[in-house]
Antibody
Framework: QITLKESGPTLVKPTQTLTLTCTFSGFSLTTSGVGVGWIRQPPGKALEWLALIYSDDDKRYSSSLKSRLTITKDTSKNQVALTMISMDPVDTATYYC???????????WGQGTLVTVSS | QSVLTQPPSASGTPGQRVTISCSGS????????VNWYQQLPGTAPKLLIYNNNQRPSGVPDRFSGSKSDTSASLAISGLQSEDEADYYC???????????FGTGTKVTVL
């Protein structure tokens, strides 16, 4: 059974850097074709894909947020981290991580973590 | 920003059939498979349909997906109250070299 869980600060100030960690079990990020992605959802709004990291360390980023994002993995700890710089109130959202399979689909997802950007 | 366009809302009475459209382009739906996610209120999204029309284990056969050219559709037949949720289409986009989500459709059971 694959499970994922997001962790990190619930409140950050504008201009600060956000770092979220996704801790997973039930799969290995050393398996070819497997990945972990991050998706966010502002309150009452649609889902937005942010970043994806594959087992071979190939990384993909949302074109609109690429300059602010960094995704990394620690296979020994079964963790994937997402760093977003220059946080702004519009970045207030629930952030999800999800297992990405060779079929290019996110399944399953973590429960999500709400991050509020406010001074 | 959402690259895939969905109607904001859809509704039906119990037992009816509801269809949700998803419009994209040649760089996403036109060249890649479409997945659909269901998001029940207050929960994380769940994979509902993958590879255009495949259902993961446990998903009722009331849910079906299809794709034609640069558009896709999700149909819910025999609508039930527990189907009240937000639904999102998704696909890989070759031009953006990333994953894109639809604008989302809220389904209401009247």
């Amino acid at each position: 059974q694959i499970t994922l869980k997001e962790s990190g600060p619930t409140l950050v100030k504008p201009t600060q850097t956000l770092t979220l960690t996704c801790t997973f079990s039930g799969f290995s990020l050393t398996t070819s074709g497997v990945g972990v992605g991050w998706i966010r959802q502002p309150p009452g709004k649609a889902l937005e894909w942010l970043a994806l990291i594959y087992s071979d360390d190939d990384k993909r980023y949302s074109s609109s947020l690429k300059s602010r994002l960094t995704i990394t993995k620690d296979t020994s700890k079964n963790q994937v981290a997402l760093t977003m710089i220059s946080m702004d109130p519009v970045d207030t959202a629930t952030y999800y991580c999800a297992h990405f399979s060779g079929g290019r689909r996110f399944d399953p997802w973590g429960q999500g973590t709400l991050v509020t950007v406010s001074s | 920003q959402s690259v895939l366009t969905q109607p904001p809302s859809a509704s039906g009475t119990p037992g009816q059939r509801v269809t949700i459209s998803c419009s994209g382009s040649s760089s996403n739906i036109g060249g890649n498979t479409v997945n659909w996610y269901q998001q029940l209120p207050g929960t994380a999204p769940k994979l509902l349909i993958y590879n255009n029309n495949q259902r993961p284990s446990g998903v009722p056969d009331r849910f079906s997906g299809s794709k034609s050219d640069t558009s896709a559709s999700l149909a819910i037949s025999g609508l039930q109250s527990e189907d009240e949720a937000d639904y999102y289409c998704t696909a890989w986009d070759d031009s953006l070299n990333g994953y894109v989500f639809g604008t989302g459709t809220k389904v209401t059971v009247l």
